[in-house]
């Protein structure tokens, strides 16, 4: 019966564990995320302080700066990276 007893008892600590793990794989990723996502908006509230030139020098115009700054969405490529570096 102490066999028993230690393989449940290993399996629900086991197990545990695990939740733990995926729970703080999750809370990383999260905050990860929540990071880019301010990182995001200050980079496009930044496209708003440049000059005409400095734009011109990005390739883009200020018109496309305005819609830019105006987005909320994450760039999907910025999520991708995010995710290769283990976010």
């Known amino acids: ?3 028993y007893t230690e393989n449940y008892t290993q399996g ?4 545990l564990v695990d939740a733990l793990s ?3 794989q ?3 990723h999260w905050a990860r995320i929540r990071q880019l996502k301010i990182d995001v908006k200050q980079e496009r509230q930044q496209l ?6 400095m734009l011109s020098d ?27 570096e283990g976010g």
Do not use: C, H, Y
Not at 48 to 53: C, T
């Open 48 to 53: 708003l302080e440049m000059s005409d030139a």
């Open 58 to 84: 990005l390739g883009i115009t200020w018109d496309q700066a305005k819609e830019e700054a105006r987005k909320v969405d994450l760039p999907v490529v910025r999520i991708e990276i995010l995710d290769r």
């Open 26 to 28: 999750r809370a990383r």
């Open 1 to 3: 019966m102490t066999t």
């Open 22 to 24: 995926n729970f703080v």
């Open 12 to 15: 629900i600590v086991g197990n």
